[in-house]
């Protein structure tokens, strides 16, 4: 069984999968982790980067993620280019990576924008974490050192809370930790449950 989660950018997703990742009977996916690793290594997505932002997109091999980020966030047909350059691969990989973990009693399958490029069709539930827009932009703001402009404008091109929420099986409420850590561990034990 695939369960995605996702979520907004802030709304804590990490810190929900690294709850998750307490429960050794699971295997977890990190789409960005695993996007950035590939962008890095793979001999497919590399040159087409280049070919569409041009040599700054890597510094000393390495991805130019400030020069890519200013340009994708502010110009969504560059985004959707960029998503579909390394979503294809990604995708790949992920399908190789569920093979390998059959034997697991679910993987977690984290991913931001899991609706906006059609992942939830990997996956058999669904939770998505919300947190308050406002806390949200405080926490990236901190994260990342953006412009509260800069943290709305990529709010702006994700699905809104709500809409994620309405397709989603489960909700974690990501206010206090104790809170969103009863959550974590009921769904986890009602999954369990469901894969017996």
């Given at each position: 069984m695939v369960v995605g989660i996702t979520g907004g950018i802030g709304s804590g997703k990490s810190t929900v999968v690294k709850m998750f990742s307490k429960f050794k009977n699971i295997a977890?996916?990190?789409?960005?982790?695993?996007?950035?690793?590939?962008?890095?290594?793979?001999?497919?997505?590399?040159?087409?980067?280049?070919?569409?932002?041009?040599?700054?997109?890597?510094?000393?091999?390495?991805?130019?993620?400030?020069?890519?980020?200013?340009?994708?966030?502010?110009?969504?047909?560059?985004?959707?280019?960029?998503?579909?350059?390394?979503?294809?691969?990604?995708?790949?990989?992920?399908?190789?990576?569920?093979?390998?973990?059959?034997?697991?009693?679910y993987i977690l399958y984290e991913n931001a924008i899991l609706f906006e490029n059609g992942s939830n069709s990997f996956c058999?539930?669904?939770?998505?974490?919300?947190?308050?827009?406002?806390t949200r932009i405080q926490r990236v703001i901190k994260r990342d050192n953006l412009t509260i402009d800069a943290v709305k404008s990529r709010i702006k091109n994700q699905w809104s809370q709500f809409k994620k929420a309405l397709q989603s099986h489960y909700i974690i409420e990501n206010n206090t930790?104790?809170?969103?850590?009863?959550?974590?561990?009921?769904?986890?034990?009602?999954?369990?449950?469901?894969?017996?």
């Amino acid at each position: 069984m695939v369960v995605g989660i996702t979520g907004g950018i802030g709304s804590g997703k990490s810190t929900v999968v690294k709850m998750f990742s307490k429960f050794k009977n699971i295997a977890i996916y990190i789409a960005d982790e695993e996007a950035r690793k590939l962008m890095y290594s793979s001999d497919e997505i590399k040159p087409k980067i280049i070919a569409e932002f041009g040599e700054n997109a890597y510094k000393n091999s390495t991805l130019n993620r400030p020069y890519i980020a200013d340009i994708v966030f502010n110009n969504k047909n560059k985004l959707a280019i960029l998503n579909a350059i390394v979503h294809p691969v990604v995708n790949a990989h992920l399908k190789s990576f569920i093979k390998q973990n059959s034997k697991k009693e679910y993987i977690l399958y984290e991913n931001a924008i899991l609706f906006e490029n059609g992942s939830n069709s990997f996956c058999d539930k669904i939770i998505t974490v919300t947190t308050p827009e406002n806390t949200r932009i405080q926490r990236v703001i901190k994260r990342d050192n953006l412009t509260i402009d800069a943290v709305k404008s990529r709010i702006k091109n994700q699905w809104s809370q709500f809409k994620k929420a309405l397709q989603s099986h489960y909700i974690i409420e990501n206010n206090t930790l104790k809170e969103t850590e009863a959550q974590v561990f009921t769904i986890h034990n009602y999954l369990t449950e469901k894969t017996k």
